[in-house]
């Protein structure tokens, strides 16, 4: 190592110590301490781009914008080798992948000896949660990414404002992150709850290395959450604002690439009159009880790492806006004036594409020119939806909790439960078709409670009982609802239009909250009664929105049986109660 680390490090102790094992374990040739200013972007921007990890797009079209391809065998998260590393595996439960913390180490630590020889070694401190709030929290990065440098800056509260919030305190989480060869035989993302910590090797994908997202805000604040005594969940944050100038706040959770950007920045339709979204977060979500005895939310996060296919000016254009410039684009296709494509904008391919591998695309190519699951990283503040609150220290007060999921038949456009304890069980039983967000087979029905399936950070039964406990602590606790945009006709056709006409139903269920509609019962919730959706100025028959509501006994019946073999699988931590209530739900399914 050709840099002594002693002359670069802060003046907290635990983290000079920390950086010199890791230093003295990896050898790198320099190290450097992020800051976060708009002076050290520009100097690693360019660096960036010297090397080739970056593609300067057209500064006309898209200013202070890049384009980055991945190595194309290091394009999602990869659940299969993401573990939680706790002394007793019982803790991991059975929906995590489990190693031995020692094991973990031991291997980990081997395939990062010497492994930034001839490489930066970049420290990236940063805070999760607004600056001031008294549930931000510190953690500190260590990679030889300088594409994961950049993200950090853009993904969260990065440089000399988290290094003042840490002082001289040793409680931060702890995460490092090695490229080493991107081997997919030789990749591990690895979470050590109880040590605060993360170690990451082998991918440069940004849920597998960007470590502040789903490693520390889900997975490791998970488990802090529940010895806190709050929730860290895969949701996004939004306020609507009605035509009187009133804005409650809901939270949703959502698989991946199953439309929570789009929703967390609906454009009203102009038929429902002056209504207003405004944008908090649109993936994570921590959520504290508060002094009044409601649910309060903050977004940890500092921006946006979305899903660019199927974005477009119809379906999200906030978003489009908003990664107009000064964004990161991975994976994407590339136009040859320099500017962005991928499927699903509403414009078709220009002659001389160039595909996400960075080869010549047509039509004719047999494949995707962007890939399914290519993204744009950017700035929450260049969102033109951002809430006045996003920044707000103490968060929103949440109204309602909304579970969805991708499914083309069997749940309803929306369903109210008839609890908390119904809600949990709502959400803990979710199913999906899983997406492109994660490797592996798309297309499949899988169970994905409170779409936390892969991000939970310990017993998923344990987590079931946090949410029992946490219902039963809130004196004025928020509705839980089930949407699915996604139901569709025998022909294969979508029921219902989406994209801004989903505030339709998030109207209905302020309605429901207010008391102002009654909702039809079934035996498995609540769901519009008819004439309750405003449909004014909405093109849909009669019978599409039978279809959209139907509650099927038929299909509910298979449901639920599916339902109680992935419950069943959890095992001796599942909560009595939500075992009781899903064959109440059976019972009266039964007549």
């Not at 207003?276 to 959520?287: A, E, P």
């Not at 899903?307 to 999200?316: D, F, Q």
């Not at 908003?322 to 904008?345: C, K, R, Y």
């Amino acid at each position: 190592m050709s840099s002594d680390p002693d002359k670069h490090l802060t003046s907290n102790p635990a983290l000079n110590a920390w950086i010199g094992d890791v230093a003295r374990l990896t050898s790198p040739e320099k190290i450097v301490i992020c800051d976060g200013s708009a002076a050290e972007r520009d100097r690693l921007t360019t660096e960036a781009v010297a090397s080739g990890v970056l593609i300067p797009l057209n500064p006309q079209k898209r200013p202070g914008c890049y384009l980055h391809r991945s190595n194309p065998n290091d394009v999602a998260r990869t659940e299969e080798v993401t573990f939680v590393c706790t002394p007793n595996k019982d803790d991991a439960g059975v929906t995590n992948h489990w190693m031995a913390p020692d094991e973990a180490y031991n291997k980990l630590g081997a395939l990062l000896k010497d492994s930034m020889r001839g490489r930066t070694m970049y420290v990236i401190p940063y805070v999760m949660g607004p600056l001031g709030s008294p549930f931000a929290k510190v953690g500190v990065e260590i990679t030889d990414s300088i594409y994961v440098a950049l993200s950090m800056r853009i993904m969260t509260r990065m440089g000399r404002a988290a290094l003042a919030l840490l002082g001289e305190s040793e409680h931060f989480n702890r995460g490092l992150h090695g490229t080493l060869d991107l081997d997919p035989q030789r990749r591990f993302i690895c979470h050590f709850p109880q040590d605060n910590a993360i170690w990451s090797v082998g991918s440069g994908y940004g849920g597998n290395a960007l470590l502040s997202k789903k490693c520390f805000a889900l997975r490791i604040a998970s488990w802090l959450g529940r010895t806190e005594g709050w929730m860290a969940e895969h949701m996004l944050i939004v306020g609507l604002r009605n035509p009187q100038g009133e804005t409650r706040y809901i939270a949703a959770a959502f698989p991946s690439a199953c439309g929570k950007t789009n929703l967390a920045m609906l454009l009203p339709p102009q038929a429902l009159g002056d209504w207003k979204v405004f944008t908090v977060g649109d993936d994570i979500g921590w959520l504290r009880i508060g002094p009044d005895g409601r649910l309060w939310a903050i977004n940890p996060e500092n921006g946006y790492f979305g899903v660019a296919p199927g974005t477009s000016a119809r379906s999200n254009p906030n978003a489009m806006r908003m990664v107009g410039h000064d964004s990161l684009f991975t994976n994407v296709a590339m136009t040859p004036d320099g500017d962005i494509w991928w499927e699903g904008m509403d414009a078709p391919p220009p002659a001389g594409l160039i595909d996400w591998r960075g080869k010549p695309w047509t039509a004719g190519s047999g494949a995707k020119a962007a890939h399914p699951n290519s993204r744009f990283t950017t700035p929450m503040t260049n969102n033109p939806a951002l809430s006045p609150h996003a920044e707000d220290p103490e968060g929103v007060p949440i109204s309602a909790i909304i579970f969805g999921g991708r499914r083309a038949t069997t749940m309803p456009l929306v369903l109210e439960s008839t609890s908390w304890v119904h809600g949990v069980l709502m959400g803990a039983t979710m199913g999906s078709e899983t997406t492109a967000a994660a490797a592996g087979q798309v297309g499949v029905v899988r169970r994905d409670p409170m779409a936390m399936l892969p991000f939970c950070g310990y017993n998923i039964g344990d987590y079931f009982r946090h949410w029992l406990a946490m219902g039963a602590k809130i004196s004025h606790p928020p509705r839980i609802f089930m949407v699915n945009w996604f139901r569709k006709d025998g022909n294969g056709n979508f029921v219902w239009p989406g994209y801004g006409e989903n505030l339709r139903v998030l109207k209905w269920m302020l309605d429901r909250i207010d008391g102002k509609v009654s909702g039809r019962e079934t035996p498995v919730g609540i769901v519009p009664a008819p004439g309750e959706l405003d449909l004014n100025g909405l093109e849909i028959s009669p019978r599409q929105l039978e279809q959209a509501l139907a509650v099927n006994p038929d299909e509910w019946r298979v449901e639920l049986e599916s339902a109680a073999q992935f419950l069943q699988s959890i095992g001796a931590t599942l909560p009595a109660e939500l075992t009781e209530k899903h064959r109440e739900l059976s019972r009266r399914l039964a007549g």
